[in-house]
């Protein structure tokens, strides 16, 4: 089984700032892991994967995210956040030895204020 | 690439109808994926079909849900005997066939029922 878990409901940051949405995951396999960012009444849009390789990986829009495999996290990042970065950011897994269903955390809303 | 399509964007139905939704998949992906999502949640996994096969069904998938994609293309979603419970949104996606591909999500179904 997988799972994912995002413990920020809510992540709060001045236009400007650092931006960091958290991610923990639990797969049997090797973990191929995803960031999906939504907008209101829209269906989510990817901004980047780790399949394998390099643990820092670059994404859309300035994002990026660290594997980190001994804490089983993969951490979104913005180094300068927007007011336009404000939406609701989904991490997701997938088991890779035998992939089929992405399996997506709760999400965390990220409100960036001018 | 035109993206995934589903329709129809919103549907309002009245308790114990039946409704179904359609979805059109970009169309070299031969992975199509049905989810619900409700308010303030993440995406939860129905199903997912390799081409015109069902690979998986989520144990979410109650007898009242069915789901087709009869020529590997587009894929119906039908409901019967519709719940409040039901009302969601719910989101199709696509992907290539390889494991490390992305979903493509289309911007979903919103269903209500009264």
């Known amino acids: 089984a997988q799972s994912v878990a995002q413990p920020e409901d809510q992540v709060n940051v001045a236009e400007g700032n650092p931006l960091t949405v958290k991610c923990t995951y639990s797969?049997?396999?090797?973990?191929?892991l995803f960031w999906y960012v939504q907008y209101p009444n829209r269906g989510l849009q990817f901004l980047l994967k780790?399949?394998?390789?390099?643990?820092l990986v670059k994404g859309s829009y300035g994002f990026e995210a660290e594997f980190n495999k001994s804490q089983t996290s993969f951490h979104l990042k913005k180094p300068s956040a927007l007011v336009s970065d404000s939406a609701l950011y989904f991490c997701?897994?997938?088991?890779?030895?035998?992939?089929?269903?992405?399996?997506f955390g709760a999400g965390t809303q990220v409100v960036v204020t001018p | 690439d035109t993206g995934v399509s589903q329709n129809p964007r919103h549907k309002i139905t009245k308790r114990g109808q039946n409704v179904t939704f359609r979805c059109d998949p970009i169309?070299?992906?031969?992975?199509l994926y049905w989810y619900r999502q409700t308010l303030g949640q993440g995406p939860e996994f129905l199903t997912y079909?390799?081409?015109?096969?069902?690979?998986?069904k989520s144990r979410l998938l109650s007898d009242r849900f069915s789901a087709e994609r009869p020529k590997g293309s587009f894929s119906t979603l039908e409901i019967q005997r519709t719940e409040q419970g039901d009302s969601a949104m719910y989101l199709c996606?696509?992907?290539?066939?390889?494991?490390?591909?992305?979903?493509?999500f289309g911007n979903g179904t919103r269903l209500t029922v009264t």
């Open positions: 996606a696509s992907s290539p066939g390889q494991a490390g591909s992305p979903l493509h």
């Open positions: 797969v049997s396999g090797n973990p191929y």
């Open positions: 780790y399949i394998t390789g390099d643990n």
């Open positions: 997701a897994v997938r088991d890779g030895n035998s992939w089929g269903k992405l399996q």
């Open positions: 169309s070299e992906h031969n992975r």
């Open positions: 079909f390799q081409n015109e096969a069902q690979l998986e």
